[in-house]
């Protein structure tokens, strides 16, 4: 699984199973963040019918899996995020964000496994394998 990273410095591409930065990227990807209704919301992304929203709180995520009608606090151990992003073929992988270091979830955001590189202050994020 491959990440483009877009840091204050240009874009990184990261290699998310073997936790290394493979070197420069050029543009992140096009998406299309999602509006969402609630407070304080920092970053977005979607796939299908789960929604990901990066809130200036603690938890620091909202996650809606019904296109927005209900959501769900997740992320209390996450520090504060700046940018998210959802597998578009898989809405279980997740990509989070925070000031210089990437966090991974292949399980919907129950459980969230942090990558040994430190980056960068993070802009944004998009999976792009």
């Known amino acids: 699984m491959i990440a483009a990273v877009q840091t204050?410095?240009?874009?990184?591409?990261?290699?998310?199973?073997?936790?290394?930065?493979?070197?420069?990227g050029s543009d992140l990807p096009d998406v299309d963040a999602p509006g969402v209704e609630l407070p304080r919301v920092v970053a977005t992304a979607r796939s299908g019918a789960t929604i990901v929203a990066v809130v200036d709180r603690r938890p620091p995520l909202a996650i809606s899996r019904d296109n927005g009608s209900t959501w769900t606090e997740f992320g209390g151990g996450l520090p504060a995020g700046f940018a998210v992003a959802v597998a578009e073929d898989d809405p279980d992988r997740m990509l989070y964000a925070a000031r210089n270091r990437l966090y991974v979830s292949v399980n919907g955001g129950v459980f969230w496994?942090?990558?040994?590189?430190?980056?960068?202050?993070?802009?944004?994020?998009?999976?792009?394998?």
């Open 8 to 24: 204050v410095e240009g874009v990184l591409l990261v290699d998310v199973d073997d936790e290394q930065v493979l070197g420069d």
């Open 113 to 129: 496994r942090a990558l040994t590189p430190e980056l960068p202050d993070v802009l944004a994020v998009a999976w792009i394998d």
